[in-house]
Each structure stands twice: as C-alpha cells, then as structure tokens.
C-alpha cells in the first residue's frame, strides 16, 4: 500500500478557476474526474469513462451541464443550501472526443460566478478497454487496489481516479479509507 501514496501526494486534482466578468475569479476543487488547469483559470480533463462519478470537495449552490453551448442539465440548491457530490453522472454518456462543459458554483460564490471545467471524452478505445477493466474486478476489493495502484504507477490519473470513484467499486474498508484520503487531500490540501 505505501507504493500507491506516493503518486497521489504527487499528483491530486488541481482547482479549476473561472475568471468571470465581473463577478470575482471561482475555484473548485474537483477530485474526480481528474482535471488539469489551462488558459485563462479554466480547467480540463480526459474521462476515460462516459458515465464519470462527479467528486466536488466543495458544497455547491449550483451545477450546469452544458453541450455544444447549450444547456442540458442544472441543478439549483434551495436559497441558504447547498448540495454536495459525489453525484452520478445526471445526462447521456460522454462520447469519445465530445467536449461537455461543467458550470459549478460553490456555496460561497456570487450569483453568476461558476468556475468552468471541460471533460473530453478518451477514444472510443480506452473508454471500452476502461469498461472492460472494470467488469473484470467484479467484486474483489483487492483486485480494484491493485488495478488503481498500477493506474498511478504508469501515472494514469484519470483511469485511477475512475475505478477510485466508479459506482461499481465495492465496498470495502481499505477502499473507502482510500477515497476518502483522496478527497481529503483535494487540490494539494
């Protein structure tokens, strides 16, 4: 177990900011799927998946789903909540090389400000031999440990956080500790 805490202490999610006029820039730490920073404050990330579990350290008031520039999903906490994921994914599976944009506002953040996250759908490829792992593992918390910890060994972050994260994960207690070392952990926390 120690060979697998030495890549993620490396190798967290980083926050996504938003720069938005003229609300105030936005971050969100975003654990799952793993996404980079890019120009301009926003953040991407290749799923390997095309269902990803959606890990937010934040509460959020609010989170948009957005497609070729048009909205397709939204959840809106009441006025004075917030919600916290993870959340299943709530829309249609991401297709290999589409582009979705995620809009998340935290709980603290000025109405109008959303930090913006891209997920990129992998090729069709990895997303069917990802599938493929997954079905295998079946139930063994063993074998999805050792699948995740191989994952960060050849620094594939994106395929670990999914297993880490995926809703076929089994229940486990060296699993849950470790997810929730993850999202401890958070954006460098």
Do not use: N, Y
């Not at 930090?115 to 997954?134: K, P």
């Amino acid at each position: 177990m120690l060979a697998l805490w030495a890549p993620i202490g490396l190798s967290l999610t980083l926050e996504a900011q938003a720069l938005q006029r003229p609300a105030a820039p936005v971050a969100v730490c975003v654990v799952a799927p793993r996404v980079e920073p890019v120009a301009e404050g926003d953040a991407v990330g290749l799923v390997p998946t095309p269902a990803p579990q959606l890990v937010v350290v934040e509460p959020l008031r609010e989170l948009r789903i957005e497609r070729h520039g048009r909205l397709v999903w939204r959840q809106q906490a009441p006025v004075g909540q917030a919600f916290r994921a993870p959340l299943a994914w709530p829309v249609a599976p991401i297709a290999p090389g589409e582009v979705v944009l995620l809009r998340l506002r935290p709980e603290q953040a000025a109405d109008g400000a959303f930090a913006h996250v891209q997920l990129v759908g992998a090729s069709a490829e990895r997303m069917a031999s990802t599938d493929a792992l997954i079905h295998s593992l079946g139930q063994r918390p063993l074998a999805w440990l050792a699948a995740i910890e191989a994952a960060l060994e050849v620094g594939d972050v994106s395929l670990a956080w999914a297993l880490l994260f995926a809703p076929a994960l089994p229940e486990a207690p060296d699993l849950a500790a470790l997810k929730a070392e993850v999202v401890r952990r958070g954006c460098g926390g």
